[in-house]
Nanobody, 123 residues
Framework: VQLEESGGGLVQAGGSLRLSCAAS????????MAWFRQSPRKSREFVAG????????YYADSVKGRFTISRDDAKNTVYLQMNRLKPEDTAVYFC?????????????????WGLGTQVTVSS
């Protein structure tokens, strides 16, 4: 099972980016997937998650109303649309997957991880 992120880059504050996470294996798309981020000297934090099957989504308070997670099961891909970006959103963003449907905030309970993609927001 592999997860591969793409779409990161440098953007000015107020701008937008869309991250993609391509997953191998149908079993992944039936289960919970999430985006986490990590900046220097900080622990990895939950950003957004989407439940398997019914697709309910969950967000960290810091991104609610600005970020949207979605999934395209036909393409085995999960997206994170990030709008109204702020300098404090600067981090490496990771895609992660569980082997069950339920989204949780604890990174240690996600089994599969991508290598991450850098997002830098300039002020």
């Amino acid at each position: 099972v592999q997860l591969e992120e793409s779409g990161g880059g440098l953007v000015q504050a107020g701008g937008s980016l869309r991250l993609s996470c391509a997953a191998s294996g149908r079993v992944i798309m039936d289960n919970a997937m999430a985006w986490f981020r990590q900046s220097p000297r900080k622990s990895r934090e939950f950003v957004a998650g989407i439940r398997g099957n019914e697709g309910a989504s969950y967000y960290a308070d810091s991104v609610k109303g600005r970020f949207t997670i979605s999934r395209d099961d036909a393409k085995n891909t999960v997206y994170l649309q990030m709008n109204r970006l702020k300098p404090e959103d600067t981090a490496v963003y990771f895609c992660a997957a569980r082997t069950v449907q339920f989204v949780i905030l604890e990174p240690g309970l996600y089994i599969y991880w991508g290598l991450g993609t850098q997002v830098t927001v300039s002020s």
